[in-house]
């Protein structure tokens, strides 16, 4: 007995997890498929609108090109997203700290929101030149502020009873924010975080397409520049791909770092 329910355990989170994937393989599959016949039977040129096979039989042959250009994407991505979470995470715990601050930096970060970053990308060009400084800073814009919002609304979100219950036994401020309102935070952080995460690899992308001397991006510019549409179509798979596995690795460290929060979420989806 004991044997059949720590096998149910263990095969349950690999169920749940091919289930959840079932559907959209499912619907990518499909347009795929779809595609292929479409532009199979229309006769459409491959410079307007290649065929899913010709796009992957293209890009394997310029692999290693498009791993060559891969690697400054991710290096950017990450650098600029850390530069991200740690501005974030500096407001965010500033503002909890301090009501005035609250009043002062969250219309300004709601006004932050207003700037194009398609007019600041090139003058982070022409200020800083195409090395991945401006990259770094252009992610860094466009990432902080929903992690910013994520982490201040967990952080009001906090359980009052258990402040209150704190405050009783005489902790100070630093100490509850360490053992009740940073936990309460960490569920709606994680969701911004998958937030975040897409929005970086996107932002790279943009940066370097403004311009760069590698990357992803500027891969593409080059490529569609020489009307190579199955070889830009190649690169916008490979940055979806990366963004996907960004994004399904928020949800291994949310389970790692806070457990009994994909717990609850199992249980309340039943």
């Known amino acids: 007995m004991k044997n059949s329910i720590t096998v149910k355990r263990a095969t349950a989170p690999r169920t749940t997890a091919l289930s959840a994937l079932a559907p959209p393989a499912a619907i990518l599959t499909a347009l795929v498929i779809t595609w292929q016949v479409a532009v199979t039977a229309g006769g459409v040129q491959p410079a307007i609108l290649p065929s899913p096979q010709r796009i992957l039989q293209q890009g394997w042959e310029a692999r290693t090109t498009i791993w060559d250009n891969t690697l400054p994407t991710l290096q950017e991505t990450f650098l600029g997203f850390a530069v991200s979470l740690t501005v974030a ?4 715990i500033l503002i909890d700290f301090s009501p005035w601050l609250r009043r002062a930096l969250v219309p300004l970060l709601v006004a932050s929101q207003a700037i194009p970053i398609i007019a600041i990308a090139p003058l982070m060009i022409i200020w800083f030149g195409f090395g991945m400084l401006p990259k770094v800073i252009v992610i860094a814009l466009v990432t902080f502020f929903p992690v910013t919002v994520g982490l201040i609304d967990g952080f009001n979100r906090t359980d009052r009873d258990a402040i209150n219950l704190l405050r009783s036994m005489g902790a100070n401020r630093w100490k509850q924010f360490v053992y009740v309102r940073l936990p309460s935070a960490l569920p ?3 969701t911004a975080l998958r937030i975040g995460i897409a929005y970086a690899v996107t932002g790279a992308i943009f940066a370097e397409y403004v311009g760069a001397e590698r990357g992803l991006g500027i891969y593409m510019a080059v490529m ?5 549409t199955d070889l830009v179509l190649a690169a916008v798979a490979v940055t979806a791909f990366v ?4 994004f399904l690795l928020t949800y291994v460290a949310e389970r790692a770092i806070i457990p009994w929060h ?3 979420r199992r249980s309340w989806h039943g």
């Open 89 to 92: 995470w500096t407001l965010a």
């Open 243 to 246: 963004s996907v596995c960004l």
């Open 262 to 264: 994909s717990k609850e």
């Open 224 to 228: 569609k520049n020489s009307f190579r």
């Open 188 to 190: 709606s952080f994680f």
